[in-house]
């Protein structure tokens, strides 16, 4: 998928397994074409940077020892767990 800008995919988010937040980057303010453009202009992107562009409904507080799985479908899948507060 290198050198593919998505026009729409699914992305979603678990906690617990239990289903939080789903969506399609559709629903973004700005595409991901302008996103990418004005934040190149503040900085030095690499491929396998992470944009975080804010949320859809769902979302709320997570706790330790809670598990987060995300995915964006056709890019990739996330999974982590909460460690306790240091």
């Given amino acids: 998928m290198q050198g593919?800008?998505?026009?729409?995919a699914e992305l979603a988010l678990e906690v617990n397994g239990a289903g939080k937040q789903k969506s399609d980057?559709?629903?973004?303010?700005?595409?991901?074409?302008?996103?990418?453009?004005?934040?190149?202009l503040?900085?030095?992107?690499?491929?396998?940077?992470?944009?975080?562009?804010?949320?859809?409904?769902?979302?709320?507080?997570?706790?330790?020892?809670?598990?987060?799985t995300g995915h964006v479908a056709g890019v990739g899948e996330i999974a982590l767990q909460i460690g306790p507060a240091e």
Avoid: K, N
């Avoid at 593919?4 to 729409?8: G, K, S, W, Y």
């Avoid at 559709?26 to 004005?38: G, K, N, V």
């Avoid at 503040?42 to 987060?68: K, N």
């Fill in 25 to 40: 980057i559709r629903m973004l303010i700005w595409d991901l074409r302008e996103i990418i453009a004005d934040l190149s």
């Fill in 4 to 8: 593919t800008v998505l026009t729409e």
């Fill in 42 to 68: 503040f900085y030095h992107l690499q491929p396998g940077d992470i944009i975080f562009t804010g949320t859809p409904e769902g979302v709320g507080a997570v706790q330790p020892g809670d598990r987060i």
